[in-house]
């Protein structure tokens, strides 16, 4: 019985900015993704007494079906290469669900990523990428990892050189956001302020917090804060806890803020856990 164990690590927007909507109904967008170092961990074990996918996990908020989209990239796999054994896939959840901050996206990209080194396939990360945005426009940025300019619909990207060792603490409040809601109610007319991309990867480039922290720009806050005031009060903690920047990843509703050293976002993270149970310190990753 082999098997392989991996770990599949959320991202936050650095910038998220909306350029129109296509003829599909999806939206171009231009945001700028860096992932950090909070991640499940996923255990994929072939088993050759049967041909079915199995999903479990130590959470109860996740699909343990064929609506799973770790389970989609098993079948995928599954199908292209004709692979007659059955998988079983365990999911270690510790990115909140729901959240902005591609958990989902990460889970699928680690099953393609360990069924390709599991089953010999020799597909490059190019390939699984190609694989992945069938999936989810999420997936091949959470394949390529570390920190990329996302285009198109989010599957177009050009790595950039990411913030390293950047302290990050992240509040998700106990609210529930739809993706596809916050895009239909995003009113492109009246967006005021956009996020200067060119400066912001510059900034980024050169480890310049300061800037990056006053740079950042999420379009989709003007829909999801309007309706849920914790994300703007939740804003102002992280700054009130010494924050340089605080922003909503995503379309939502996690909120995170960037720190210039670990005993401030420490401190950030112990004050911000009494009011707001999902609640996590970490920092960025560049491998």
Same mark, same amino acid.
């Given at each position: 019985?082999? *098997?392989?164990?991996?770990k599949s690590r959320a991202?936050?927007?650095? +910038?998220?900015?909306?350029?129109?909507?296509?003829?599909?109904?999806?939206?171009?967008?231009?945001? !700028?993704?860096?992932?950090?170092?909070?991640?499940? #961990? !996923?255990?994929?074990? #072939? $088993?050759?007494?049967?041909?079915?996918?199995?999903?479990?996990?130590?959470?109860? =908020?996740?699909?343990k079906n064929n609506t $799973?989209?770790?389970?989609?990239?098993?079948?995928? !796999?599954?199908?292209? =290469?004709?692979?007659?054994?059955?998988?079983?896939?365990?999911?270690?959840?510790?990115?909140?669900?729901?959240?902005?901050?591609a958990g989902g996206s990460?889970?699928?990209?680690?099953?393609?990523?360990? /069924?390709?080194?599991?089953?010999? /396939?020799?597909? +490059?990360?190019? #390939?699984?990428?190609?694989?992945?945005?069938?999936?989810?426009?999420?997936?091949? =940025?959470?394949?390529?990892?570390?920190?990329?300019?996302?285009?198109?619909?989010?599957?177009?990207?050009?790595?950039?050189?990411? /913030? &390293?060792?950047?302290?990050?603490?992240?509040?998700?409040?106990?609210?529930?956001?739809?993706?596809?809601?916050?895009?239909? +109610?995003?009113?492109?007319?009246?967006?005021?302020?956009?996020?200067?991309?060119?400066?912001?990867?510059?900034? !980024?480039?050169?480890?310049?917090?300061?800037?990056?922290?006053? #740079?950042?720009? $999420?379009?989709?806050?003007?829909?999801?804060?309007?309706?849920?005031?914790?994300?703007?009060?939740?804003?102002?903690?992280?700054?009130? %806890?010494?924050?340089?920047?605080?922003?909503?990843?995503?379309?939502?509703?996690?909120? *995170?803020?960037?720190?210039?050293?670990?005993? &401030?976002?420490?401190?950030? %993270?112990?004050?911000?856990?009494?009011?707001? &149970?999902?609640?996590?310190?970490?920092?960025?990753?560049?491998?």
């Amino acid at each position: 019985m082999r *098997f392989i164990t991996v770990k599949s690590r959320a991202k936050i927007n650095l +910038s998220l900015d909306v350029i129109g909507k296509r003829t599909d109904g999806y939206h171009e967008v231009q945001m !700028i993704m860096q992932q950090v170092n909070l991640f499940d #961990e !996923i255990k994929v074990i #072939e $088993n050759k007494d049967n041909n079915r996918i199995t999903v479990t996990s130590n959470c109860d =908020f996740i699909p343990k079906n064929n609506t $799973n989209i770790a389970y989609k990239a098993a079948e995928i !796999i599954k199908e292209r =290469f004709n692979i007659p054994y059955g998988i079983n896939i365990h999911i270690q959840k510790n990115i909140p669900v729901a959240a902005g901050l591609a958990g989902g996206s990460s889970n699928a990209a680690g099953v393609l990523t360990a /069924l390709n080194k599991m089953w010999d /396939l020799d597909l +490059s990360t190019e #390939e699984l990428m190609d694989i992945g945005v069938k999936i989810g426009a999420d997936v091949p =940025f959470c394949i390529l990892g570390s920190a990329a300019l996302a285009e198109g619909i989010g599957e177009r990207l050009t790595p950039i050189n990411g /913030l &390293k060792n950047t302290w990050i603490v992240l509040a998700k409040p106990s609210i529930s956001v739809s993706t596809a809601e916050v895009y239909r +109610s995003l009113e492109m007319d009246k967006i005021i302020k956009r996020p200067e991309t060119g400066k912001l990867i510059q900034a !980024i480039e050169d480890q310049d917090l300061y800037t990056v922290s006053s #740079e950042m720009i $999420n379009v989709l806050e003007t829909v999801t804060e309007r309706k849920h005031s914790v994300i703007r009060q939740l804003k102002g903690k992280m700054m009130e %806890y010494n924050a340089l920047g605080s922003m909503m990843s995503g379309s939502g509703p996690t909120v *995170f803020g960037i720190f210039r050293n670990y005993k &401030k976002a420490k401190a950030a %993270y112990d004050n911000l856990l009494i009011i707001n &149970k999902q609640t996590y310190l970490t920092q960025t990753y560049n491998e």
